[in-house]
């Protein structure tokens, strides 16, 4: 008992903090405590895409420090090919594309060169960075509008789980879905047996003939087309446009997410609405009007929350074996 | 030919890389000559112009030295640009807020203070890595976010200058870093900490035990050293030299701390360390380089009616291939190959 | 009438190479079914260069691989597993976090609705481990299992795709001589079924009890094949290394002095922080060898790091002359007099990137003559591994070279000369000849009975019985985490050892 207590004590901690920071800002107003958490699922969202495609590329033994650079790119590239041909979903495939071509050079870079995963990652950040800015127009807009939201009939009625959950758009049902794809891709099948096996001990893998290269080639293309969605998510979904630099650090956060969330997609989960809601609150405290003079410091406070997280848990849980490593057979 | 085998894959890459982006420039409308002509106009043509090439190279060699020290160490640093921005405004702060000091002292002061603020922030990322295991990728990033913050608070409250801009005062004349004629007295600074960090790696017994972790961390814990007190000195010396370049930046160029102070520095200094190899008088070059298609960049746009963000792209692909082992193992032998993989994955600590 | 069946497998003119070495160089090999073949050499001879090509690991330059008589490519370990081929490695290709039925299955998963059927992998290896007498839980974890298990799992992944030709790579290695008995009881009931094994090792011992075919690699060439009734251990022994070797060091008997180091109750924990020493009680004397015998895995590794404090001494005490050293850092006692040479000696033992000379000085790098007031001084760190160099034979002597550079056995050396030059009081040897070959093996024993001699407490710790043995003066038996026996070297009973080192107990 006691031992199952300090096993989980930092999630019990944080529950506790979370249940009572909702007490407390939404002074037990139910439209209040609705519109924070709705909130914290939106903020989460790109959050969750991010950390899949990093636990997809690591679970496979590859550090991915671009997922930065995959999301801009993707926002980018997704809001261009929306704005210019009107169409939604054809701009959500774009940012994929996007996402998987970057994932294709990492693995690239990573996997057939042996270079330094790290490097190679900053490498797609910094690319994605100058082409964003390069190629970006002033003043363009998408004619159809953001993606629609979607209510799910009777769940959408239930009392702040249904506005909360039931009534939001496309993407964010898709990566609510996701979560679910990837731990059972991840944990139940013949493709998630061998993704972790590469990402323990890549030599054990190759000697039963599962090729490595091949595993880490279509796991980090596959994480490039979740990341990908988390592009097209900030620019189609969330703000209805591109602006430079609009990631703004979230592909990093999203790789404490998925430290926090011990590389595995259901602790994912919970760990991006933690940042999610420490992002909601933030903006609550902004209405109220706290902190109004000195907005640099609730500015702050995913980052710091980011780096406590990351100094409380980094070496508590184990990460992949392999990671970073590059592998060559001879 | 010995003499070209450690520069010649920083030149293939910088020409690779000048190749396509030249492509870049052709596929989007524009000439191509016409655009590196400029830039060329922009940053050597003059006496002028290469004086505001050296002034662009300094921050970028002291940002490179900053990457290349904790590289040695087998750290990544990419909080440069915190670092460099607390070192700006904390010089600035002592810059303005001290009257009539001699310049003998001011102007060293203000250096030293805005140094080892940058220190102190470069640390906090060792500490937290040495004591805690947080992996110095991810915390010296959120450390920039939060510098950034931080720096833009003191410029609008505590340190504010009058008038509406979040922005320090102009520092006094007794802390200004002065030129030398064309040549801005911070770019010999910054060449001398080039030559201090060789001395400091090559020749001393810290410098020994730096590369020693770097090189591989477990051998040096059994040799006796004490690998989580290099990791905090490491991190605080490249803090320092990120500093000491915004503190630079500050009292040599801009006069005062304000917004938008010397953005995407952090990258910048990736790309000119691996182009140095990570030595730290090959920093030296690689940052003149740089600095000449920043100074280059606004003629760009000017003569050539190019967008200066190609230079971040040509930056990117010059990282790229200086980066890609392929383009290193066409001229060297595998044992030097091995030296290439210079991070370790999130485990290590 | 018939032409004899072509042999299960022929590797005929085969040639590899790494960078400047020559790793295999025309090698003709054939293994018949229904036998036990021994492929014998030392260690670099290109034993386990020809298995890798065989198992499709790496590619030969030139040169071909048959299976019963038709030639097949090699281009993976795929390939080789489609041809029937099966390899026991000698470093486990294993997953840790994973349970034995998913390592046994890896690769070649039973399905249910693209679901991994675990039950029905488990019921699987139940089976194989019945019929081929290989018991094991197929639900733990492979890395909680002892080593001697992990080997298991690696035989019955083997078994599990029906081989034809079993290929393991020094697989006593790891076992005690009962376990390696067992092993090779196994292996020759593998071969009456008409199973092709192939057995690389470089014992003697085992080569004679087990054998039908015997061929001798050396320096990447096939130098001579035999069959044990027309042979013997001293003439496979000089095919082997080229010359003629003492199969058994000579050396004048201990005069041990006063005790040195001294070990009491001490516990410590392992990476996991699960208690891996549960209360050593252990000294050495001056002018003594204590060899700590024990199956890999029950704290040896961790008693040695915790006599040099790279580990934290949960409670107890090491006394070095009577002063406590347990929570002292790893300078700190190597300055006290404790010199290590470790197992690993890749990982801890030398940085590969710095030259010999910086790395004959690698914990004494800041002391004077070799630095002053933290500026290093080049000639004196040069002088010292000239000296060296020269005392400890290394080679090539180039002393600016980068120690990546250099054989297993010359890094060894490196290693030795550094640790021994210290003059310290005790020596702690951790596998000190692990990989390196017979020449260099003679060396390093000589000088550790040389500084014995002179009075030095050396504790050996080997996963190699026979070099327990042969070097100790007394024996000191691990299991568990606890010393379960010591005793004189003198008349030791070789199979008590080995049931102490199994079980903890000699019955």
Same mark, same amino acid.
């Given at each position: ?330 | ?49 290469? #004086?505001?090439?050296? &002034?662009?190279?300094?921050?970028? @060699?002291?940002?490179? %030295? +900053?990457? =290349?020290?904790?590289?040695? /160490? $087998? ?19 002592? #810059?303005?807020?001290? &009257?009539?000091?001699?310049?003998? @002292?001011?102007?060293? %002061? +203000?250096? =030293?203070?805005?140094?080892? /603020? $940058? ?231 | ?507």
């Amino acid at each position: 008992m006691s031992d199952l207590f300090i096993r989980t004590r930092w999630w019990v901690l944080t529950i506790l903090v979370f249940v009572l920071i909702t007490m407390f800002t939404a002074e037990f107003q139910q439209a209040q405590t609705t519109a924070v958490l709705a909130s914290a699922l939106r903020q989460s969202t790109p959050l969750i895409f991010g950390a899949l495609c990093g636990v997809m590329c690591e679970r496979s033994g590859v550090v991915n420090i671009g997922i930065e650079g995959q999301m801009l790119l993707s926002a980018f590239v997704g809001f261009m090919v929306a704005s210019s041909t009107g169409s939604l979903v054809a701009g959500v495939l774009a940012g994929m594309a996007t996402g998987a071509l970057m994932g294709a050079g990492l693995a690239g870079l990573s996997v057939t060169l042996l270079g330094d995963q790290i490097i190679a990652g900053t490498v797609l950040n910094i690319a994605a960075f100058g082409i964003s800015s390069y190629f970006f127009q002033q003043g363009r807009t998408l004619p159809s509008g953001k993606t629609p939201q979607v209510s799910l009939g009777p769940l959408a009625d239930l009392p702040v789980v249904g506005r909360v959950f039931f009534i939001n758009r496309p993407l964010t049902y898709i990566s609510l879905i996701l979560i679910w794809v990837v731990w059972f891709i991840l944990f139940r099948t013949r493709w998630g047996l061998w993704t972790r096996s590469v990402g323990e001990v890549p030599s054990a893998a190759e000697t039963v003939g599962i090729s490595v290269a091949r595993v880490r080639y279509t796991n980090l293309i596959a994480g490039g087309c979740l990341a990908g969605l988390g592009g097209a998510y900030l620019s189609l979904e969330a703000v209805g446009s591109f602006e430079r630099m609009m990631t703004n650090g979230r592909g990093f956060v999203a790789l404490a997410v998925m430290i926090f969330g011990r590389w595995n997609p259901i602790g994912i989960w919970g760990a991006a609405l933690l940042f999610g809601y420490a992002s909601a609150v933030q903006t609550q405290l902004q209405f109220r009007g706290w902190l109004a003079d000195d907005p640099q410091f609730i500015g702050m406070i995913p980052y710091v929350v980011c780096i406590v997280v990351l100094a409380g848990f980094v070496g508590r849980a184990r990460p992949p074996a392999a990671i970073g490593q590059p592998y060559s057979r001879e | 030919m010995r003499w070209l085998k450690p520069v010649a894959v920083p030149l293939i890459a910088v020409g690779l890389a000048l190749g396509i982006g030249a492509i870049i420039l052709a596929l989007s409308g524009a000439n191509p000559i016409e655009a590196y002509s400029a830039l060329i106009d922009g940053s050597l043509s003059s006496q002028k112009t290469i #004086g505001r090439t050296l &002034e662009k190279a300094t921050p970028l @060699i002291m940002g490179g %030295l +900053a990457v =290349a020290f904790a590289f040695r /160490a $087998g750290l990544f640093n990419i909080g440069g640009q915190g670092q460099l921005v607390i070192g700006g405004i904390f010089a600035a702060a002592v #810059g303005f807020g001290f &009257e009539g000091l001699p310049w003998i @002292i001011h102007a060293p %002061l +203000a250096l =030293a203070v805005g140094a080892l /603020a $940058g220190a102190a922030w470069g640390s906090i990322a060792g500490v937290l890595k040495a004591t805690r295991g947080a992996h110095e990728v991810i915390t010296t990033i959120m450390l920039n976010f939060v510098a950034l913050n931080l720096t833009d608070w003191l410029a609008s409250n505590p340190w504010k200058d009058e008038g509406i801009l979040s922005r320090t005062p102009a520092v006094e004349e007794s802390a200004v870093i002065p030129q030398w004629g064309a040549l801005p007295t911070g770019f010999l600074v910054a060449v001398a900490a080039s030559i201090g960090c060789w001395y400091l790696l090559e020749r001393t017994t810290l410098g020994f035990e730096i590369r020693s972790v770097g090189l591989n961390g477990d051998a040096a814990r059994y040799a006796g050293i004490s690998v989580k007190r290099i990791v905090v000195a490491t991190m605080a010396i490249s803090g320092f030299l990120a500093g000491a370049g915004g503190a630079i930046e500050t009292q040599g160029v801009i006069g005062r701390y304000e917004p938008g102070f010397n953005a995407g520095l952090g990258f910048n200094g990736i790309t000119i360390a691996l182009l140095a190899r990570n030595n730290p008088i090959g920093v030296i070059p690689a940052a003149l380089l740089i600095g000449a298609m920043e100074a280059g960049g606004s003629m760009m746009q000017f003569n050539a009616d190019v967008s200066p963000e190609i230079t971040d792209i040509i930056e990117a692909l010059m990282l790229l291939f200086v980066a890609t082992p392929i383009v290193v193992r066409w001229f060297f032998s595998r044992q030097d190959v091995a030296e290439v993989s210079i991070t370790s994955g999130w485990g290590s600590s | 009438m018939s032409v004899a069946a072509p042999p299960a497998l022929e590797v005929l003119g085969v040639t590899k190479r790494f960078g400047d070495v020559l790793a295999n160089e025309d090698v003709d090999f054939r293994v018949e079914r229904g036998r036990v073949h021994a492929l014998l050499g030392e260690n670099g001879a290109g034993k386990s260069t020809l298995v890798n090509i065989i198992f499709g690991l790496y590619r030969a330059d030139s040169g071909e691989v048959r299976r019963n008589g038709e030639v097949v490519h090699l281009n993976g370990p795929r390939d080789a597993i489609d041809s029937r081929i099966g390899m026991v490695h000698q470093h486990f290709q294993l997953v840790p976090v994973l349970t034995v039925a998913e390592n046994v299955v890896l690769g070649n998963e039973p399905t249910r609705r693209g679901v991994v059927d675990l039950d029905e992998a488990a019921s699987v290896v139940r089976a194989l481990a019945e019929r081929f007498g290989l018991e094991i839980d197929p639900w733990a974890r492979v890395e909680d299992l002892p080593i001697g298990l992990q080997q298991r799992v690696e035989i019955l992944r083997a078994l599990f795709r029906e081989v034809d030709i079993l290929i393991l790579d020094e697989p006593t290695a790891v076992l005690t001589p009962q376990e390696t008995t067992h092993l090779l009881g196994v292996l020759r009931g593998l071969a009456d079924t008409g199973v092709a094994v192939v057995f690389i090792t470089h014992k003697l011992r085992e080569v004679m009890a087990v054998a039908d075919d015997i061929t001798v690699m050396r320096r990447g060439k096939v130098v001579g094949s035999a069959v044990p009734a027309e042979t013997d251990e001293a003439s496979l022994a000089s095919m082997m290394v080229g010359r003629s070797v003492e199969l058994s060091l000579e050396r004048t008997p201990a005069s041990p002095g006063d005790k040195v180091l001294t070990i009491v109750d001490l516990v410590v924990n392992d990476d996991r922080r699960s208690q891996s020493l549960n209360g050593i009680n252990l000294d050495v004397r001056a002018g003594e060898v204590v060899g700590v015998a024990g199956v890999e895995g029950n704290g040896q590794r961790e008693l040695v790091e915790a006599i040099t404090g790279l580990r934290g001494v949960v409670s107890g005490s090491i006394t070095l002359e009577g002063v406590e050293i347990a929570g002292m850092s790893p300078r700190q006692i190597s300055t006290m007099g404790v010199s290590h040479i470790p197992e690993d000696r890749e990982k801890f033992g030398l940085i590969g990137a710095h030259t010999v000379a910086d790395n004959m000085v690698l914990n004494r790098y800041h002391q004077p003559p070799y630095s002053r007031h933290g500026i290093r001084s080049p000639g004196a760190v040069e002088d010292n591994a000239e000296r060296l160099v020269a005392e400890f034979d290394v080679r090539p002597s180039n002393i600016g070279a980068m120690v990546a550079t250099l054989s297993g056995g010359n890094k060894q050396k490196v290693v030795a000369a550094r640790e021994f030059s210290h003059e310290a009081k005790v020596m702690v040897a951790a596998q000190p000849t692990r990989g390196i070959d017979i020449g260099n093996i003679e060396f390093i024993h000589r000088r550790l009975i040389e500084y014995r001699d002179a009075g030095m407490a050396i504790l050996l710790v080997s996963a190699e019985l026979d070099e327990v043995l042969g070097l100790a003066d007394r024996v000191a038996v691990i299991y568990g985490g606890q010393i379960v026996a010591i005793e004189s070297a003198d008349g030791i009973d070789r199979d008590r050892v080995g049931r102490l080192m199994l079980s903890g107990t000699d019955n």
